[in-house]
Structure formats: structure tokens, C-alpha cells
């Protein structure tokens, strides 16, 4: 035994507990008797990063990594360089571990976490699959094993991986919400009566908005229409309750992009790149992912996801200090940034989230329409695709969607009236670019897409460049995985379930009707 042994296991027990302070100050106290020590270097790191000071954190795990380069070490620092939205970085990291692969279940599990923020679900797979192996009782990764083979079209091992963590956990939020979207359910084969009985044992407020969603979604399936919009209602209702949403922030936020345009249209673009990536944008849940799934079937495309790219990149170049990605306060820094470093910076976190860089790459993240100016002026031959559906779909089937929870994009979509708002100002702005931009974007129309697909392919292809490729219109035989709410329903064929859906609630929706005539919003 060395001098230095106690301390470290003083400091990983401390760690164990959560005693991040306490960790801290036993690896520093190792470190002043042994300044090169890589495991208390290690834990200095974890425990700074579990204290807010991340980047601090970094640095003392690169350094622990630098004299001692093992698996554990290399899968936390990972983590944080993801965490930190560096990630090329954390790709060359995992590249490193694969040589020298850790052991133990959270460094295998924290790799797979990692591999699936960079969208390389394939890859994650094997890691999740050890960490399960590894510890078969512990929940997490159960669950994030399950949603990994849900992304990449194992949808009967998902499912079994599901009921596995369910007959652990029998009340398992996420794990229902993700067993229920897996498929459709039928008569004979549905959770109905299960998620009935642990939505009204839920005590948990995330259980019951995920259960409450999940039963609505099995309803559905079963055209139980009215049941199933009365779940979800309760269920948006009871969470929209506790957030701190107030529209007049994302309004604020329309103003200040139409308001700055004219700076922005002036604003520098020093040698802009000269790729061509494809953005998909709209509202959410009006067809994205399926345009995304057609243009990346052709031959000359690959999808890289939904990126935060562009919002990060016109963060960094604007350099507020503000908690959110998007504000006033960034719109009008950003005017004084040179535009085309935002086009290099937002190249270079796209990079790792390509498989092949001769492929153009489609950027399917429906909020960069807020960045549509800024993408045009950044990319000049970008070519930008809007997925636009009936006002009185898209207001409900955002209301049907539960988004990612812990994201402030989608506050406003648990209450009908908060869509409403949402969507008059997105089609204001849209309004807006195709004036600003004329000709830079192609609208497309859900409902033309089903009725025409073949004719709406050929124009979104045209539109982009591209020669006509018969597989756009097998768009469900893409193998690529799919990471979004709709990687169901994107390995169908075309369908016309989801039109017109709105009129099953038309009582209900009746506010938003109103609402639309009084600002000029059509819905015949």
C-alpha cells in the first residue's frame, strides 16, 4: 500500500455518496503529496465537473487521462466534452477508448450515452448490451438499452427489453411511454388496463405525465379518439401546471429575429463555405422526419439528425452570456459577428454526426426556421425545405407529442391556446423569410405530399439540385436509425391516417379555431 491509497479510497467513497466537496478536497490532499497521480487527478475532475465547474473538470481529467490512459477515465471525459457541445472531441475520445475498453457497467453505459448523442446508435449498442450484462438490476441501463435498439429498427428486442425492465420496475415511466410508441397496438394486443392501474398508483409528477401520454397513445390506436384526447389532456394540463412558460419569452424572441434582419442582411460573411446542406425546418411534428427520410435516401444524401448546431454556432459567435441558446440579447450581438465564421463553426459540430463527408447531409432540426436568415447568409448555396400542414393539425398533433421533457423549445406545447400563439408567429416569420429570401425556400405541404409523393419528391429533389432517384419513394426501406418521435411511423409506407385528424376533436379545438379567424389563419 502506498501513502496515497487511503486517500483515494477516501475519495471514491465520498464520490459514491455524492459528497462532491468532500471528494474534492481527499483528491487534492493526494495530489498535494503526489502531484502526477492520475486516479486523484480523475476524481478532482469528476467531483469540480459535479460542482458546475466543468470545464475546470476537463482539464483535470485530460491530464489524468495523459499519464494514465484506461477506459473509465476516457469514457467520463467523454461525458463532459459532450456535455460542453465539443463533439469532435468527445468522438476522438470514444475512438480512443475502443482500443482499451473499460470493464465496469457506468463507463460502458456513459460510452453508449455518448455514442447516442453523437447519433451513432449502432455503435452504442454493444455498450449498452455490456452494461446490462453487467448490472442486470440497474434501471437506467436497461432503458437506455432499450431505446437504442428502438432507433436503429429492433423493435421486438426493444420490446422484450422493455417488459424486462418492467417486470423489475413495474411503474417505470419512460419505460411504458417508450414500450406504448413502439408500435401500433390492437384489440387483441395492447397495455391498456396495465396503464390505467399505474397511472392511478403514480405518485411521481414525470411518471404521470409519461403515463398519462403513453395511455393516450394506446387509446388511439384502438380509435378510442375521445378516451385517448381526454388522457392527454389531463396529462398536459397536470405538467403545464407546474412549468413557468409564459409565451411572451418565445414572442419576444420572433420580434427580435424579424426586428434585427436588416442588420443581420448586412451584417460581414467572410469566405462562406461552399457546401450545400439541406435544411429541413417547420413546425415540429408536421412531416420533418419523413422529408428527411426521403431526401437521405437518395444516393447523393445522408441525414445527420436533428442538429443543435446552428443554434450553438450563432451562440458562440454571438458570445452572450445568457442561460438560453436562443434570446434577444444573442439575435442582436450576433448582427456585430462575422457570418461566415458562423457557417465554418456550425460545419465543424456537424462533422461527427456524418458518416460519409462526399454525402450532402440534411439538418432536420424544425427550429432552425428562427436561424433561416442566418442560414442563408452562412451557406449560400444551402437549399432550405419548410414543412408546412393544416393550422388545425399541427396545433394538435404538437399537443399530442411529449418532447423532450427537460428542453425549453417545447414549453409551449402542453396547452392547446400556447400552440395556437406559437403558430401564428412561426407563420408570420415564415411569411417573413419568403419575403427576405425570395426563392431560398420551397414550402411543402403534408397533405400534398401523401396525395402526390412521387410529384412532391421530384420538386423537393429539384429544388435541392439533385437528379430524380427512384428510393426517394421507398423512403421506409432507409435502414439509417431514427432518433424522433416518429421513427414508428417513418418505417411505414406512406399513410393518410394522421389528415384531417383534428376534425375527431373539433369540439375541443374550437378555442383555437376562434382564435385562428381572428388572426387571419385559415383552416377550410
Known sequence: MTLTDPGIAAARQALARGD???????????LAVAPDHAEAQF??????????????????????????????????????????????????????????????????????????????????LPHFAHAVAGEPDNLEYRYNHAAALNFVGAV??????????????????????????????????????????????????????????????????????QAAFAALAAANAEHRAR?????????A????????????????????????????????????????????????????GELQAMPLAVKHAAGTRTRTVLDPETIAALAQADLGTVGHDYLARAHHHRRNPNLRFVDKFPGNFHYSGIVA?????????????????????????????????????????????????????MAFW???LPGRILDVQYEDLVADQ???????????????????????RNAAPVSTPSAAQVRRPLYRDALARWKRHEAALAPVAAYFAGEGISIT
Open 43 to 124: 476524481l478532482l475532475g469528476l467531483a469540480l465537473a459535479g460542482m458546475g465547474q466543468v470545464r475546470h473538470g476537463i482539464a483535470q481529467i485530460m491530464a489524468a487521462v495523459a499519464r494514465d490512459p484506461q477506459g473509465e477515465y476516457r469514457a467520463q471525459l467523454a461525458r463532459l466534452l459532450i456535455m460542453t457541445r465539443q463533439d469532435s472531441a468527445a468522438a476522438q475520445v470514444l475512438a480512443d477508448a475502443e482500443g482499451a475498453l473499460p470493464d465496469d457497467a457506468l463507463s460502458r453505459d456513459t460510452m453508449g450515452c455518448v455514442y447516442a448523442r453523437l447519433g451513432d446508435h449502432a455503435a452504442s
Open 377 to 429: 447568409r452562412c451557406f449560400p448555396n444551402a437549399r432550405i425545405i419548410c414543412l408546412r400542414r393544416h393550422p388545425m393539425d399541427t396545433v394538435l398533433s404538437n399537443f399530442r407529442n411529449l418532447f423532450a421533457i427537460t428542453s425549453r423549445y417545447y414549453d409551449y406545447s402542453y396547452d392547446l391556446m400556447d400552440i395556437a400563439r406559437y403558430y401564428v408567429r412561426f407563420d408570420r416569420l
Open 434 to 436: 419568403h419575403q427576405a
Open 243 to 251: 412549468l413557468p412558460y409564459r409565451f411572451e419569452t418565445d414572442a
Open 156 to 225: 421486438d428486442a426493444a420490446e422484450a427489453a422493455l417488459e424486462a425492465l418492467l417486470a423489475l420496475a413495474p411503474g417505470h415511466g419512460r419505460a411504458h411511454h417508450l414500450l406504448a410508441g413502439l408500435k401500433r397496438h390492437s384489440a387483441g394486443a395492447n397495455h391498456v388496463p396495465r396503464l390505467r392501474a399505474r397511472l392511478t398508483a403514480a405518485q411521481d409528477p414525470q411518471d404521470r405525465l409519461l403515463l398519462g401520454y403513453a395511455l393516450a397513445k394506446e387509446l388511439d390506436d384502438l380509435g378510442e379518439d
Open 253 to 304: 424572441n420572433f420580434d427580435a429575429i424579424v426586428a434585427t434582419w436588416p442588420a443581420l442582411a448586412r451584417a460581414r460573411v467572410s469566405a462562406p463555405p461552399a457546401e450545400a446542406p439541406i435544411f429541413v425546418i417547420g413546425m415540429p411534428r408536421t412531416g420533418t422526419t419523413l422529408v428527411d427520410r426521403i431526401a437521405s435516401s437518395h444516393a447523393q444524401v445522408e441525414s445527420a
Open 20 to 30: 462532491l466537496p468532500a471528494t474534492a478536497r481527499t483528491a487534492q490532499a493526494v
Open 454 to 476: 412521387e410529384g412532391v419528391t421530384r420538386r423537393m429533389l429539384e429544388h435541392c439540385g439533385l437528379e430524380w432517384d427512384a428510393a426517394c419513394l421507398d423512403f421506409h
